[in-house]
């Protein structure tokens, strides 16, 4: 990707369905990102596509009721996987300290 280059490009957006592509993501953002969406009441359809292998880019297809956008519904989706990530980093980190503790004590032995 050229530096300036956008990573997100808009297909199509109409006020109840997005089109985008994402550039350089596969098919893990892909299914997190609808599995995320899925959750949500006002989210109709959530789907995502990876073209081809030699392709570097995703495409995430969302529609949703009158109630919201999908816009404001990818924000809320990407906000709401932050905060699960930083949750998960945060417990991650501290398991590894009581590993490391406990590791230090069984090898004083």
């Not at 530096?3 to 994402?22: A, D, F, P, R």
């Not at 292998?53 to 924000?75: A, R, V, Y």
Request: glycine share 2%.
């Amino acid at each position: 990707m050229d530096q300036g280059e956008s990573k997100i490009y808009v297909v199509s957006n109409t006020s109840n369905t997005l089109h985008i592509q994402i550039k350089q993501e596969s098919h893990t953002i892909g299914s997190i990102l609808k599995a995320e969406l899925i959750n949500h009441r006002n989210v109709c359809m959530a789907s995502y596509l990876k073209p081809h292998t030699q392709q570097d880019f995703i495409q995430l297809k969302i529609k949703t009721n009158s109630k919201t956008s999908p816009i404001k519904e990818i924000l809320t989706t990407c906000t709401n996987l932050l905060q699960q990530l930083r949750v998960l980093d945060e417990k991650f980190v501290e398991k590894l300290k009581d590993y490391e503790s406990l590791n230090k004590s069984y090898n004083k032995k």
